[in-house]
Every structure is written in C-alpha cells, then in structure tokens.
C-alpha cells in the first residue's frame, strides 16, 4: 500500500545528510510538507531545493539541536511556517566510539549535546503545540546501542539507553494529550556516522563489522514511515532494525 502523508507537517533533525536526509525525502515523496534541521544549512538548503523542485514544500532551518534557543525556533518556525506539526523526527545525532580511558572528553560532551540535550530540548518545544492541535508524533532515533552495551561505547550506549527511557516515559505522558511516540534502533547503516571518529576507533570498527553489509538510509526511512502512517488507534512504540548480517 502506498502510504499518504499529504496535509501533514513533517520536521526532521538531522536532514543534511544520512538518515535524516533520507527520511526527509520519503515523507516529501509520500505528501508531506518538511522543515529540515541541521547545522550544515547549505546541505538543507540543497535539499529543500531539490523538493521543491520535484513539486514538494520544504524549508531548511540552519539549527544546532543542542543549543535551545534554536531547538525551539527550529520546531517553532516548522509549525508557523508549514501551518501544523504533525511529526517531529529527533534524528540528529554524533557517534564517538573508543575506551573511556583516556578518551578525549570533548567527544562526551557533542554526543551528550546532540543526542541527548538534541532530542530533550526539540521534544519540549512540540509537545504544547501537538497538546493544542490535540495529535502529534514524536519520532526518536536511538540505535541498537541503545539496547546492547558494549566495551568503547558507553558514552554513545549512555546517550542512546537514555533515549530509550526518555521515549519510554515521553510516551506514557503523550497518552493523555495524544501524542504517540516511537523510537527506532538502527543497527549499522551506510552513512557519515562514523567517519567523525579517531583513526584507531575507525580500524577497530572496521573489525567488527567485517562481512556486514550495512543497511542503507533508505531502510530506516521506511521504518519511520512505517510508524508514521498508522492509523491513529495504533503506536508503534518501538523498532529494531539490523542488516541481516549483523550479529549482536
Ligand atoms: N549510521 C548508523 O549505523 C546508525 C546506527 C544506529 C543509529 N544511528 C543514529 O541515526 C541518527 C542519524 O545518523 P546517520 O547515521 O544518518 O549519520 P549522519 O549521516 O552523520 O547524520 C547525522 C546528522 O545529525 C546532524 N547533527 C549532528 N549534530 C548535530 C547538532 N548538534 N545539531 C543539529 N544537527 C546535528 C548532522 O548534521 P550537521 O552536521 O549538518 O549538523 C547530520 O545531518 C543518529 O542519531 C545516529 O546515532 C545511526
């Protein structure tokens, strides 16, 4: 079935590049019109174009999702300027893998910037607009590290559990106003993700996922559209997703 989302708003964190960026475009292919956010505006100014170009509505919004101020003007301007928020998509974020010794701390704090302030401060900023147009999706991209914990990841395993509960609890406080809520754990997906890490982070990453052909943005898209595209007696709480080769 092809799934329809025109009349509704769609605002997606993270739209310059990888999975945001591809969710973007499958929410414009299916109807929507999208507010793209991320920090790189002259990617999501591209992108807007290119939506527009193929007869889509679009607005990029230069934003760092971890500062608040612009969190909130990024969900604020969405809404005012697309008319609604329908779906807010908490999709940016930074993975910096190695061991906790001796590991540059300034990596901790973009990832707790970004993944966790990110989805807090965004989700914040939508839900009294969703309360008063009485219906609203938030959807969270956490990762199967946020279900596994494994030796040099636990800062990207803290902030990807702790969105997981955040989700958890968002969604039982979204019950009463209607709010749905969903989070999605990809499991390894072909993207920039990881090309921001240390040479000797990126060797052993290399060895892990040897012989594992990673998901594409694309797959991750549809599950979010997935999600989105229920009918409103539905929530779909929670995705897991890996390639089929990949092990834990
Ligand atoms: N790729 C994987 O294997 C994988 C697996 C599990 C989960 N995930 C999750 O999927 C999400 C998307 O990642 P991806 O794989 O698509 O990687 P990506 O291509 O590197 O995309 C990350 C996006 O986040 C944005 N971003 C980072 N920090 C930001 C900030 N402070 N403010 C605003 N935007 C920011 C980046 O844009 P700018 O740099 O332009 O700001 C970019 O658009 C992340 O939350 C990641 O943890 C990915």
Redesign the pocket.
């Known amino acids: 079935m092809d799934i329809d989302l025109s009349g509704q708003v769609v605002a997606v964190?993270?739209?310059?590049?990888?999975?945001?960026?591809?969710t973007a475009l499958a929410c414009a292919h299916a109807g929507a019109a999208v507010a793209l956010?991320?920090?790189?505006?002259e990617?999501?100014e591209g992108l807007a174009q290119q939506i527009m170009a193929e007869g889509g509505r679009a607005i990029a919004i230069p934003?760092?999702?971890?500062?608040e101020a612009?969190?909130s003007a990024f969900v604020a301007r969405a809404h005012a300027e697309l008319g609604r928020l329908d779906v807010l998509v908490?999709?940016?974020?930074?993975?910096l893998l190695g061991p906790i010794e001796n590991a540059p701390t300034e990596e901790w704090r973009?990832m707790i910037?970004?993944?966790v302030f990110?989805v807090l401060y965004c989700s914040h900023a939508a839900l009294g607009l969703m309360r008063a147009q009485g219906s609203g999706h938030i959807v969270n991209?956490?990762?199967?590290?946020?279900r596994v914990a494994r030796a040099g990841s636990g800062v990207?395993n803290l902030?990807?559990f702790g969105?997981g509960a955040f989700s958890e609890s968002l969604r039982q406080e979204g019950v009463a106003i209607g709010v749905r809520v969903t989070t999605?754990?990809?499991?390894?997906?072909?993207?920039?993700?990881?090309?921001?890490n240390r040479p000797q982070v990126l060797e052993q990453m290399a060895k892990r996922f040897a012989g594992v052909t990673?998901?594409d943005?694309e797959d991750?898209a549809r599950a979010i559209l997935y999600a989105i595209s229920q009918p409103p007696n539905v929530s779909i709480n929670e995705v897991l997703v890996r390639p089929s080769g990949q092990g834990a």
């Open positions: 964190t993270g739209a310059s590049s990888g999975i945001g960026e591809a956010g991320a920090r790189r505006g990617r999501i934003t760092d999702v971890g500062e612009q969190a908490n999709n940016a974020g930074v993975m973009r910037h970004a993944n990110g991209v956490s990762s199967v590290a946020g990207y902030t990807k969105v999605i754990e990809p499991g390894a997906v072909a993207t920039e993700l990881p090309g921001h990673p998901l943005a991750i």
